[in-house]
T-cell receptor, first 116, second 111 residues
Framework: SAVISQKPSRDICQRGTSLTIQCQVD?????MFWYRQQPGQSLTLIAT?????????ESGFVIDKFPISRPNLTFSTLTVSNMSPEDSSIYLC?????????????FGPGTRLTVL | AQSVTQLGSHVSVSEGALVLLRCNYS??????LFWYVQYPNQGLQLLLK??????LVKGINGFEAEFKKSETSFHLTKPSAHMSDAAEYFC?????????FGKGTRLHILP
């Protein structure tokens, strides 16, 4: 399995500011994903971040609001821009490996964001 | 389109009792199915996965799930609940491109 770390683990931010979340994986992976988990809700995929290409965003998410970088095979960042209280969520980084012919996905511990 | 429906946002069972968390899926092709667990203030951990090799899948911590195509279900069970099983459980369906999560079921264990 993969060991995934995220920084920061939590933050409290003011409306209108931006926060960049870092995701570090202990091995090289092609496919990385960013999810959002709003309070009491399930996980929603924000975007897929593959190294060497632009991130692919899901419906309802745009690059201007959630810019993503993927400089190498072990690291990615997600920025939450111009934050509002509605952005208060847990943001999770995830990676996918192909093990024994099956795609298996692992998740980081999450970044708990509160926007005041 | 693929989706999963988890019946019951909250389930309470007594310690030592059977745990049953329900999940029904919708998929136009044979799916990969997963159960994840999220303990308080932690990330998601894979409990088990169905990949068409066997309909009864055994996972970690004594959990298992049975794939029933006729019922489009993939319910999660554990014969005897333990206090440490209190967590949020997510059923998910996926193919090669992405994984879609259900809304989750919070399991409460009563002493």
């Amino acid at each position: 399995s993969a060991v995934i770390s995220q920084k920061p683990s939590r933050d409290i931010c003011q409306r209108g500011t931006s926060l960049t979340i870092q995701c570090q994986v202990d091995s090289q992976v092609t496919m990385m994903f960013w999810y959002r988990q709003q309070p009491g809700q399930s996980l929603t995929l924000i975007a897929t971040a593959n190294q060497g290409s632009e991130a692919t965003y899901e419906s309802g998410f745009v690059i201007d609001k959630f810019p993503i970088s993927r400089p190498n095979l072990t690291f990615s960042t997600l920025t939450v821009s111009n934050m509002s209280p509605e952005d208060s969520s847990i943001y999770l980084c995830s990676v996918r490996y192909r093990l024994a012919g099956v795609n298996e996905q692992f998740f980081g511990p999450g970044t708990r964001l509160t926007v005041l | 389109a693929q989706s999963v429906t988890q019946l019951g946002s909250h389930v309470s069972v007594s310690e030592g009792a059977l745990v049953l968390l329900r999940c029904n899926y919708s998929s136009s092709v044979p799916p990969y199915l997963f159960w994840y667990v999220q303990y308080p203030n932690q990330g998601l951990q894979l409990l088990l996965k169905y990949t068409s090799a066997a309909t009864l899948v055994k996972g970690i911590n004594g959990f298992e799930a049975e794939f029933k195509k006729s019922e489009t279900s993939f319910h999660l069970t554990k014969p005897s609940a333990h206090m440490s099983d209190a967590a949020e459980y997510f059923c998910a369906v996926g193919r090669d491109d992405k994984i879609i999560f259900g809304k989750g079921t919070r399991l409460h264990i009563l002493p």
